[in-house]
């Protein structure tokens, strides 16, 4: 896999029914894993968290207020070790970025790597993100939901741990402003199979592929090709961009 190996959101389907809130209803489409902390992990965890982390104990965030600016708004969810994250808030001062990530030694990675890098357009939440977008993100406040890599979950058994679920992508539709667009990629044929097939009994999205590449697009050059993907092309495997624009 790549270095988003995972969703950090749970599943809409659960104990609690369907009416309990998403992050509620009791299955996870992630794994936490033990992992050992470096020196600079650490260093980003306990001295850079208290400027760029956010908790769900901070409630509904006026991001505005919270960058101090008017600007495009990217959130990615299950960002791994940082990397492409990093690249992208590096490359585009203009717009602003928040990542969602329950692992912490990518969250220790990418805070060392935003502060030794001086962006100040990054914020980090720690969180399972469907907790996250239903209690702190304003409706209609993301320019872009940012979706690669996500656990493919492929047992059959174990699909309904997958992140790309009815319930989460309508969850996403009420936070992208009108116009605004989910980006999701997979090495998984299957799952891009899925995830196409989720969106398009979607209410509210346009798929932007074009008739001869549709229901998938050609990777966009603003998504940074990772190490994991560099070697799998190299190797001929192949991956899937899905882009689909909120419309209603």
């Known amino acids: 896999m790549s270095d988003q190996p995972h969703d950090n959101v749970t599943s809409n389907t659960g104990p609690e029914g369907p009416d309990a809130p998403l992050h509620r209803r009791g299955i996870k489409s992630y794994v936490l894993r033990a992992g050992r902390m470096t020196q600079a992990q650490t260093r980003g965890l306990e001295e850079v968290w208290p400027r760029l982390g956010l908790t769900l104990a901070d409630g509904r965030q006026d991001l505005d ?11 990615e969810i299950g960002f791994g070790m940082g990397a492409s994250l990093i690249e992208q808030a590096e490359s585009h001062p203009e717009t602003d970025f928040i990542g969602i990530e329950v692992h912490a030694p990518g969250v220790g990675k990418l805070l060392d790597e935003a502060d030794k890098r001086g962006l100040g357009n990054i914020r980090v939440y720690r969180e399972d993100a469907l907790a996250v977008l239903e209690q702190c993100l304003p409706e209609a406040s993301l320019d872009t939901l940012q979706l690669f890599f996500p656990d ?6 174990h699909h309904k741990r997958r992140i790309v679920q009815p319930a989460f992508v309508e969850l996403i539709r009420t936070r992208l402003k009108v116009g605004g667009t989910l980006h999701m990629a997979t090495d998984w044929q299957a799952y891009a199979e899925w995830m196409a097939e989720v969106m398009e009994a979607a209410p509210g999205y346009a798929n932007t592929a074009s008739p001869d590449t549709a229901p998938y697009v050609p990777r966009p050059s603003f998504r940074p090709l990772t190490k994991f993907e560099a070697r799998g092309e190299r190797l001929g495997h192949g991956v ?5 624009q909120r419309c209603a």
């Open 240 to 244: 899937w961009d899905l882009l689909y």
């Open 152 to 157: 493919p979950w492929p047992k059959k058994k």
């Open 65 to 75: 207020a919270l960058f101090g600016r008017q600007a495009p708004r990217v959130l």
